[in-house]
């Protein structure tokens, strides 16, 4: 063969698929960038707290170019949030929706929602990033928002097994988000204890706090 020989059909077909094109990124590429950064991010926020990491080191963590990073983040707290919103919209909400539409009774489904929501707390992300927030807080004033949307998903989710219930039993919830807001205090509160204590599990003697407290909830439910 000599070193003028004709490329292949073949050869031609791989050469423009590996040809990078000019332009605008298509919208699952500006999707599979974003997403990259808020997991490198988490990872940066992690190792080094949300005081620690800097938007250089996540652009060198990440290996792309500043441009790229400010193009779609304007600051440490935009990305920081958007890191809170995947894990909330995407790891929380769909691994607790399953609770929510059984046809099973409302202290069943709601004991089962309050130990998924905890459990799921103590895993390494999120307890981590929970630790971040209960620490930096105090320094940082923005990561109280953060705070505030892993109650917010937790509070939504338990309105959901509320109203579905009362549509299944043909029953009117004047207020659901008052018992919602009570569990969610708890649960709150009880995942503080355990991430403060350095605890990463979910005992016996707080399934039975759990359990007491759903209890005594579903007992007001004339009430709601």
Known sequence: ????????????????????????????????????????????????????????????????????????????????????KKMVEGDLSSRIRAVEYPSRPLTDMLREFSYKSLEIGLDSRHYGVVRLICGESHRFPELRAAGEALAAASRGGIINVMTAYAEREGLTFANPE???????????????????????????????????????????????
Do not use: C
């Open 1 to 84: 063969m000599t070193a003028t020989s004709a490329i292949t059909p073949k050869q031609s077909a791989a050469i423009a698929v590996g040809r990078r094109t000019r332009g605008r990124p298509r919208l699952e590429d500006v999707a599979d960038i974003e997403n990259e950064l808020v997991e490198v991010a988490l990872s940066e926020f992690l190792r080094h707290g949300y005081g620690g990491a800097s938007m250089a080191t996540i652009v060198k963590a990440a290996g792309v170019s500043k441009t790229t990073l400010y193009s779609r983040f304007a600051s440490k707290e935009d990305l920081f949030i958007a890191m809170m």
């Open 178 to 224: 008052a018992p919602a807001n009570a569990l969610t205090l708890l649960l709150r509160g009880m995942h503080l204890d355990i991430v403060l204590e350095g605890s990463r599990t979910l005992d016996a003697d707080r399934r039975e706090e759990i359990d007491w407290f759903v209890d005594t909830l579903v007992a007001s439910m004339d009430r709601w």
